[in-house]
Structures are given as structure tokens and as C-alpha cells.
């Protein structure tokens, strides 16, 4: 290949990552961002506030049980067509959202939004991985990856922005421009192709695992949800989840083509980001959920306040993006995952020294210095599941990271939720949380990210050499 060519090829291959990075971040955003929206949304439809939480709950639930298809899809339609038939069912569900006159109608469209989501997304990802050398593939996923981050942070202060001076539709409407434009860059920038050997559809694998991601993320949501009477529905649903989880690993294992193909679980770099990366995942998707309700809940400050001291984290996010290529080129993954993720337990733990009376700027260094150790462990885990997946299993890699990641992403609330619960019922108090509380949900959250650590300890020192060479 030429120089020129080559230079092309990479401007390609950047521009694609971009488009891919503006896609997760909606996909993400979407998930937060209507949570400051919600009293404003139960007036126009005439609910009680806690009923509108099933938009939020339709939508994490549409995107986690349609992520199996989207390998399968991809394949049998092309990566083009999907990708930019997605961002255009996106867009248009983001459109009916907005003009949904009640509550059905509007989780209908957030069902829509999700199943949208699901196949938006991965396909992107799987596109990037394809397309992109394996001495690129670092700073690629830094690019797409950075969104998974900062959307969760930013969704609620942008939601609650927009409810303040306009309305909540607005908070779908800002989506049709965004989509109208990546629709167009990912017919313009995608190639046309195709896979020529596609799997027959494998009904009972989608069956098995949508009914098992299902399971859990309903299971989860009830034994948290602290209302009487839910504890024996959310542990068999979370019994269920487990039973069926178990049945479609057989059932994948055992087809002889698989919606799932496990094939790639052989790989040990693959393997450490989708066990021990997922519990990191959720412990990081609890922590924008834990820290503002510890800061106004426990620790009395306004929503403004709250909002502004979580703000620390986002720019934590962004300070550390800029060096963590090069430190995971000078000290190899294994290394940046251990001692970083020490210094992520840490911070997690640090969140217990936050007092009423404690000076802002050092609570907000706490969050900051949370921020940039959790930044690098996300893009590490990330980089290295794919650093050595072969090419011709990319497609299976990224459906399957996907799952986990979305499934990671989901359950977090849900998983503080629950720990809170505990705390107040071992206390004896049903009715209010405390700061105790709250210091056993971050322990409980510092525990499963210690946890994460183990699986990555059994990471040779060379894992993943062959996309850090420069």
C-alpha cells in the first residue's frame, strides 16, 4: 500500500472511530439523561415520579436482550446497512419519545430507542475492529471508549439544563440532528460488504440469553427496588436469570453455530476483560448513581452542589485520556491494569473519608483522582480484550463484549440499589438512608472492583504486546 493510501486509510479509519464514539455517546446519554426529567414528565402524564423509572428500565432492559443479534444481523445484511438503518431507527424512536402524548406510548418508544441501541453500537465497534491495524487499535478504542464514561456523568446536569429552560421533548429532539448527520458519515465512510458464509439463525441461543439478560436486570432492579413485598420475586427472577444463563452456555457450547459463538472465550486477554472488566464495569456504573445521592442524601448538599462535585469525575475522565496510551506502552496492560486498579479501590474507598463540613476542593480532589484512575482502567480493559482476537472473530468478540458491557452498565444502579437495601434492613430502618448506608454500599462497590483484580493478576506480562509496539 502506498503512502498515500495508507494516509487515507487512517484518516478513514479515525473518522469511523469518531462516528462510532458519537453514536455510544447517545446510546449512553439516553440512559441518564432522563432522570432529572422525570417529575417534569409525570406532570404531562399525569403519574406518580416513580412510575416514569420504567423509561429508564425499558430502555437499558431493550438494549441488553437485543445485543445477541447484532453479530448474526451484521452479517447477514452488511455492517453498513445496519449500522446506519440503527442510527436511523435511533433517531427516529428519539422523535417519538418526544412527541409521546403518556406513558405507554412513550415506553413503547423508548423500547424502540433501545432495540435501536443494541444494534447501533456493537456493529460500530465490531467495524472499528475490523478495519483497524492492531498497532492502531489502542488509540481507536480510547476514542469509542471515552463516551461510556462521560455520558453517564454529564446525562443528568444536561437533562436537568434542558428541563430548567425548555422542556423534557427537547431532550430527545437534540438526538435528530446528531443522528440525521452520523447517518449520513456512516454511509459515506462504512465500505459495502457483507459476510458470504452467514450462521443460520439460532432462535433458541436468542431465546435462552434475551430471557437470561432479562432475568437478571429485572431480578436485580426488584430486590433493590425497596418496596415491601419484592424480595422473594427478585431472588427467583435473579434464581432464573442464573438457571438460564447456565442453559445458554451449554446451549452455545454445544450448537454447532451459535448466536454466541464462546470459541473466543479461549483467548486469555479476551477472557480477563469480559470477567474481571465486567465486575470493574458495574462498579463504575454505580458510582455516578452512589456519590450524588451520599452527597445531598447523606451529606445534605443542594442538587446544584451535588452536581457541580460530580463534575470532578468527568473532568478526571478527561485529563487522564490524553496519557493513557503511552502508559500502557511503557508499562505493558498487566501492569497498568494491577496497580491502577489499586489506585481505583482505593478511590472508591476514599469516598468514605466525605463528611458533612469537609471543604469542596477536597472532596472534589477525591472525585478528580477517582475520575483519572477509573478513565485508564476502562480503556485498559477495553484495548486489551481485543488485542488479541483474531480478525476473523471479531464480529463474535464484539457481540459478546457488548452484552457483558451493557449488562455491566445496567446492572450497577440496580446492584448499589440492593446494597443500600441491605444496610437499612440489617439497621432495622426501612424507611430513610443514612451515612452508613452509604459507606457499606462503597465498601460493597470497592469489594467487587478489588475482586476484578484477580482474574487480571493471571495476566501474562506480555498480554496484548502486539498492539502496544508503536
Known amino acids: 500500500m502506498s503512502h498515500s493510501a495508507a494516509s487515507n486509510a487512517s484518516r478513514r479509519g479515525i473518522g469511523v472511530a469518531l462516528l462510532v464514539a458519537v453514536t455510544f455517546f447517545m446510546e449512553n446519554l439516553d440512559a441518564t439523561i432522563i432522570a432529572t426529567a422525570?417529575?417534569?414528565?409525570?406532570?404531562?402524564?399525569?403519574?406518580n415520579p416513580v412510575n416514569l423509572n420504567i423509561g429508564i428500565s425499558a430502555y437499558l432492559l431493550a438494549v441488553a436482550v437485543f445485543i445477541p443479534l447484532s453479530g448474526w444481523v451484521a452479517e447477514r445484511f452488511g455492517a453498513r446497512l445496519v449500522f446506519a438503518g440503527a442510527i436511523g431507527l435511533f433517531t427516529l424512536a428519539s422523535w417519538l419519545c418526544g412527541l409521546a402524548p403518556n406513558l405507554e406510548t412513550f415506553v413503547a418508544a423508548r423500547v424502540l430507542q433501545g432495540i435501536a441501541g443494541a444494534l447501533m453500537v456493537p456493529v460500530g465497534r465490531m467495524?472499528?475492529?475490523?478495519?483497524?491495524?492492531?498497532?492502531?487499535?489502542?488509540?481507536?478504542?480510547?476514542?469509542?471508549?471515552?463516551p461510556g464514561l462521560v455520558a453517564p456523568v454529564l446525562g443528568p446536569p444536561i437533562g436537568g439544563l434542558i428541563v430548567t429552560h425548555w422542556s423534557w421533548p427537547w431532550i430527545f429532539y437534540l438526538n435528530i440532528p446528531l443522528g440525521v448527520l452520523a447517518m449520513a458519515a456512516a454511509w459515506w465512510l462504512i465500505p459495502v460488504g457483507r459476510c458470504s458464509d452467514?450462521?443460520?439463525?439460532?432462535?433458541?441461543?436468542?431465546?435462552l440469553l434475551a430471557s437470561a439478560c432479562a432475568a437478571w436486570l429485572i431480578g436485580l432492579e426488584t430486590l433493590g427496588s425497596m418496596g415491601a413485598g419484592t424480595l422473594l420475586s427478585g431472588a427467583a427472577l435473579v434464581t432464573l436469570g442464573g438457571l438460564l444463563t447456565w442453559l445458554?452456555?451449554?446451549?452455545?457450547?454445544?450448537?454447532p453455530a451459535p448466536l454466541l459463538p464462546m470459541a473466543v472465550l479461549a483467548i486469555g486477554t479476551f477472557r480477563a476483560s469480559i470477567i474481571g472488566g465486567t465486575l470493574f464495569r458495574l462498579s463504575i456504573s454505580a458510582l455516578p448513581f452512589l456519590i450524588p445521592l451520599l452527597l445531598q442524601v447523606g451529606l445534605g448538599l443542594s442538587p446544584v452542589d451535588a452536581g457541580l462535585l460530580v463534575l470532578a469525575i468527568f473532568a478526571g475522565n478527561l485529563a487522564m485520556k490524553p496519557f493513557t496510551t503511552?502508559?500502557?506502552?511503557?508499562y505493558g496492560f498487566r501492569r497498568v491494569l494491577l496497580c491502577n486498579g489499586v489506585i481505583g479501590v482505593a478511590s472508591i474507598l476514599a469516598c468514605l473519608s466525605l463528611q458533612q463540613g469537609m471543604a469542596w476542593y477536597w472532596m472534589a480532589l477525591v472525585l478528580f483522582v477517582g475520575g483519572l484512575s477509573r478513565s485508564m482502567q476502562f480503556t485498559a480493559y477495553n484495548a486489551v480484550g481485543f488485542a488479541e482476537v483474531p480478525k476473523p472473530l471479531m464480529a463474535e468478540a464484539s457481540t459478546l463484549f457488548s452484552m457483558f458491557f451493557q449488562l455491566a452498565m445496567a446492572l450497577g444502579v440496580a446492584v448499589v440499589a440492593l446494597l443500600l437495601r441491605l444496610s437499612m434492613l440489617l439497621r432495622g430502618a426501612e424507611g430513610s438512608m443514612s451515612v452508613t448506608d452509604f459507606h457499606w454500599a462503597l465498601l460493597g462497590v470497592a469489594l467487587i472492583a478489588g475482586i476484578a483484580l484477580v482474574d487480571t493478576a493471571r495476566l501474562p506480562g506480555n498480554a496484548g504486546a502486539e498492539v502496544l509496539r508503536t
Open 198 to 207: 452467514v450462521r443460520p439463525f439460532d432462535l433458541r441461543g436468542f431465546v
Open 248 to 255: 445458554a452456555w451449554r446451549h452455545c457450547l454445544g450448537h
Open 127 to 146: 467495524v472499528v475492529l475490523r478495519t483497524t491495524e492492531k498497532q492502531d487499535l489502542v488509540k481507536m478504542l480510547a476514542v469509542i471508549t471515552w
Open 326 to 330: 503511552g502508559l500502557m506502552r511503557r
Open 38 to 47: 422525570l417529575p417534569q414528565m409525570a406532570r404531562d402524564f399525569a403519574q
